[in-house]
Structure formats: C-alpha cells, structure tokens
C-alpha cells in the first residue's frame, strides 16, 4: 500500500508499484487496467492522485488511453535496424528487444509470377514461383504479416512447416545454403489496415500499417526472392 507519510509524492508512489505489475506480468500488453475510481477505492487516494500516475504512464510510454474502452496496457515495440552492411532480422532483432519470437505460416501456394515479381527474380515467362504468407510474433503478439514470393527454380522441395515457430533465414541457410548480399534493397511506406489486415495483425481497422518491401540478392548480385511485410506500426520502429 502507498505510505501517506512518506516525501515520495503519492502518485509517483502509485506509479512505481503499477509499473513494477507491468514488469512482472500482472497486467498483460493488451489488456485493460482497473479504472480510475477502481484504481482510487484499491489504493485509498484521490481520483486526481491517479489520474496523474496514469497521465506520467501514458507519457512514458508503459500505457494507453482509448476513448470510451479503458486505459491498455501498451506493447513494448520492437526496434529494428537497417545498415548498409547489415540488416537486422525479426528474430534478432527480438533477442535485442529481450522478446521471444515466433511465426505462424498462413499460406502457401505455387503460382504463376507476376510482371514485378518476374522483373526483378528474372524469371522466364512460364516459371513459376512459391507464395509464402507468415505472421512474426513477440511474446505471442501480432506484428508483421509477410508475404515472400520464391523462384521454385531456386528453391526446389521447399517445406513450410520447418517455418512454424522457426527462422526463415535460417532456413534457407541450411537447407539451400543461400545467404543474404549487403546491397540488397528495402522500400518503406505507410498505409492504414483494413479491415482483413485488422484481424491478422489484432489491430483496429484504420490503425497504421508500415509497408515494408525487401528486394534479396545472393553476394554474387543474383536475384534470390521478394518480400512484403505489413507491420503494425504502434508495435514496431525500423532505424536506417
């Protein structure tokens, strides 16, 4: 309980114990907290008191405000770094977050290639091509929804299961010996999700979607595959 008698103001008091419930688990990213005169009656202070501590907690990012619903518990976002000689993959870039990732294939499929896909992989007008389609997660948690079109030319016998909860790059290191080139090229834009992304990614439909195409080359500057990943942006920042 909070100690009235102490210098510590009693909202800072209130901050530090809800922030050290987010820190081990009591409230969950996503989920609502008690509300203010719940927050006021448990804790015997003032529903200004806690409307400060939640205002402090908004701010720094540990919560979130949602008109009419509640105040949420915000999802730490995950940070990812692009360089010129080294981009960060999902599940790298989790262990630097202190995340657990994960992924789930949502479909797949051999399909005749379209005139962007066949650009840029070089494909000969009647090759086809492998659609993958994962969702990556951290800690359980909805983030990018990609979908990667491969060459069946260069990627014969290719086995989706080995992606359940597994690391795509990982993969096709082991299993094609194909390794990514520095040079390799990603674009960034932004929409909005529909309503269809929405449910993918565990978002409100309108909620900002980060766009991100990956155009892959071997060292040797061959084409190796193409990727789009819709990300949800409130959950994730990319750095160049």
Known sequence: MLNKNSIQPLYKQLMDI???????????????IPTEPELAELYQVSRITVRRTIEELCTQGYLVKHQGKGTFVKSPMIFRKFESQKNMSFSESCRQNGRVSGSHVLAFCRKSSDSLTS???RLAP????????????????????????LPVRLFPDFDPKVLENGSFFEYLKSAYSYSIADSSRSTVSVTTASADMAQTLSLAPGDPVMILDS???????APLYISREYIAGSRYTISF
Do not use: C
């Open 126 to 149: 009647d090759e086809e091509v492998f659609f993958l389609e994962r969702l990556l997660l951290a800690d359980g948690i909805p983030i990018i929804n990609v979908h990667t079109w």
């Open 18 to 32: 809800i922030t050290s419930q987010l820190k081990n688990g009591t409230y969950k990213p996503g989920e609502k």
């Open 215 to 221: 155009y892959m080359q071997s060292p040797d500057g």
């Open 119 to 121: 650009d840029f992989l």
